[in-house]
């Protein structure tokens, strides 16, 4: 590929990590046309000064015969090279078939369909280091080929993008795109369906008693440089992209200016139960349980050497 890139395709621009690589995208003078996907109007999405570098369209990603028509009709037209994938449900509650179709079938045929394209040569998709099995007997480090979260039980937020990375994973040397799959560490921000956000957010966030394990979280602005030096790197593969900060949680519960209260661990997925209940919080402690109690940090060495990305940008501690 070529340093000038004719146009690049995102998929997401609902949602902050969409919108702020929409920007950043618009920033760079060797990305020649944005073409920007959501579910919104285009009279309500992206606050961007208006360019004729920018594309918005109103495309819902689980209709087929749309998301054919827009990559056979625009994105062709505009000589789209890189797809990048960032939307998926970020709403750890919401369940069904629905939801698997937006999250895995969308994907699936987003990527069979570029596969097909006559100017598209690159798709990055955005996954989640929730991919990732965290348990006593795991390491620490999470390298990318450290083993995935491929329990039954485990609640369809996970299991989806478990598949949809999967699904990506296993076209790589059989695709004729250049496949890029960036493992990125949460993104501890609103808007973004943070499970640990969401917890902060409580005035009095609990933990279990006897436990303090290390986390690593991401600022959006890091995310958002990942994905850009995807869209430019020749490279594929399996990426982790880690944050700049990793800390225990005891302590980011204090950076995050909340009192922390460490109970026995059973107590905690009946309270926070009623905690959703009362107040509509998106936080569930039952698929959040291992990570309170085993440290999981992502091994960002292969994005580093091979991407050329390192966190540099830490979250906004409200206490710093």
């Not at 059989?174 to 496949?179: D, F, V």
């Not at 109690?293 to 050329?308: K, T």
Request: net charge positive; proline share 7%.
């Amino acid at each position: 590929m070529s340093d000038f890139i004719k146009g690049v395709l995102v998929t997401g621009t609902d949602a902050p990590v969409g919108e702020l690589l929409v920007r950043a995208l618009l920033a760079d003078p060797n990305v020649g046309h944005v073409l920007a996907i959501g579910l919104r109007r285009p009279e309500e999405a992206l606050p961007i000064a208006h360019t004729s570098r920018l594309t918005y369209l109103q495309v819902n990603l689980v209709r087929e015969r749309q998301v054919h028509d827009l990559l056979f009709g625009p994105a062709r037209d505009l000589g789209v090279e890189v797809v990048v994938h960032t939307a998926m449900s970020r709403n750890a509650m919401a369940e069904g078939g629905g939801i698997h179709a937006l999250n895995v079938e969308a994907t699936r045929a987003l990527l069979q369909l570029c596969e097909r394209h006559p100017t598209i040569r690159r798709f990055v998709l955005k996954s989640y280091a929730e991919v990732y099995a965290v348990q006593h007997d795991l390491p620490v480090l999470i390298a990318e080929d450290h083993p995935l979260n491929l329990h039954p039980h485990a609640p369809q937020y996970v299991r989806d993008r478990v598949e949809a990375d999967l699904h990506a994973c296993v076209r790589m040397g059989l695709s004729p795109l250049q496949i890029v799959v960036l493992r990125c560490a949460e993104s501890l921000a609103p808007g973004t369906g943070s499970q640990l956000f969401d917890y902060l957010e409580s005035p009095v966030c609990l933990r279990p008693a006897g436990y303090d394990p290390m986390i690593n979280v991401a600022s959006l602005k890091d995310i958002v440089r990942a994905l850009a030096f995807a869209v430019r790197s020749p490279e594929q593969g399996v990426f982790n992209v880690p944050g700049y900060d990793t800390l225990p949680l005891a302590l980011a519960i204090r950076k995050w200016g909340r009192l922390g209260i460490a109970l026995p661990s059973s107590w905690l997925t009946p309270l926070y139960r009623w905690r959703r209940k009362l107040r509509g919080h998106d936080f569930r402690y039952g698929m959040n349980r291992r990570r309170f109690h085993y440290s999981g940090v992502l091994d960002g060495r292969r994005a580093r050497e091979v991407l050329g990305y390192a966190p540099t940008v830490p979250v906004d501690w409200p206490l710093g």
